[in-house]
């Protein structure tokens, strides 16, 4: 079925990472829906291009490009493939993320880097590289995926909380450093959302019907959040409309954070 484009994001350049499923294929689809061209980009780039034929089979504007958020010769190549297509970059959405489960004490060294290299370097190393392509037009919106837990955290999470606590002062300081000069910068932090990576969360704990009761338990909209809630989230501090918006955050939760 073709669906008809909202024209929010009308003729704008939107590059998404970590875009092959979960949060970051809502975030692709609402921006394409919405009237941007967006470059799908994953790690996973079999599954990237997945998206780009479903986004193309409704009459939308995407393209797929490989892409490894921890390797600045990849995150380069992305950036300019995207030049290349459109020859701009209005939207970035940092969204590349992943959990690993360990608490401060049974967390090893490579885990912390790991999860720091995608989860913040990564969205430091996109955003340098993508910030002076936005300088040449003088506008620019970034989207950076944080979490609740760049709030508080959960049990066993703590590279994770880490990451994504930093990555809203990353959000800040891009924010604060190039506002002046129309771009601006902001994060979406998810409660949970159902993606591979919460089954992945739920499984872990080793009962994982009990583990999505207890979330769905504590928030006050009484189920998880969907992929498509998040993508609107993204359409929303992308478009011109919030021009006022930068160095924001929106939790976008249930309510399960305004809770004691
Ligand atoms: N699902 C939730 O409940 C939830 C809640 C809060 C925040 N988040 C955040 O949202 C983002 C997306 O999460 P999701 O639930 O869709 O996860 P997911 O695991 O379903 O998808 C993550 C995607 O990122 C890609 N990726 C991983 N490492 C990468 C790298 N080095 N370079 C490029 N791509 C890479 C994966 O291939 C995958 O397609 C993450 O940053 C996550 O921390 C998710």
Redesign the pocket.
């Known amino acids: 079925m073709a669906v008809s484009a909202g024209g929010r994001l009308n003729g704008k350049v939107v590059l998404v ?10 975030i692709a689809t609402a921006a394409a829906v919405e009237g941007a061209h967006v470059m799908v ?4 780039a079999a ?2 291009e997945a998206v780009v034929r479903q986004l193309g089979s409704e009459g939308l504007s995407a393209r797929a490009t490989m ?5 600045q010769d ?1 995150v380069d190549a992305a950036v300019r493939a995207t030049e290349d297509w459109h020859g701009r970059i209005d939207g970035l959405v ?6 690993i489960e360990a608490d401060v004490v049974s967390l090893t060294e490579a885990q912390w880097d790991t999860v720091m ?3 913040l370097k ?1 969205a430091w190393r996109m955003t340098k590289a993508v910030v002076p392509v936005m300088l040449e037009v003088g506008s620019g919106s970034i989207v950076n ?5 760049g709030h508080f955290a959960r049990p066993g999470h703590v590279a ?1 909380a880490v ?2 606590a930093a990555l809203l002062n990353l959000t800040r300081a891009t924010a604060v450093d190039f506002g002046r000069e129309g771009i601006r910068c902001n994060a ?14 739920f499984a872990a704990t080793g009962d994982p019907e009990a583990a999505a009761s207890d979330i769905i338990g504590r928030n006050r909209v009484g189920r ?2 969907r ?1 498509e809630e ?1 993508g609107a989230t993204a359409v929303f501090f992308l478009s011109d409309e919030v021009g006022y918006l930068n160095g924001s955050y929106l939790i976008v939760d249930g309510g399960r954070g305004a809770t004691t």
């Open positions: 990472t970590g875009a092959a499923r979960g949060l970051g294929a809502a980009t994953d790690l996973d599954g990237a892409l490894d958020v921890t390797d990849s940092n969204n590349a993320g992943l959990l290299d995608v989860n990564g995926i944080s979490s609740l837990e994770y990451s994504k979406i932090c998810p409660g949970s959302v159902e993606t591979d990576l919460l089954a992945q969360h998880l959040g992929p998040i």
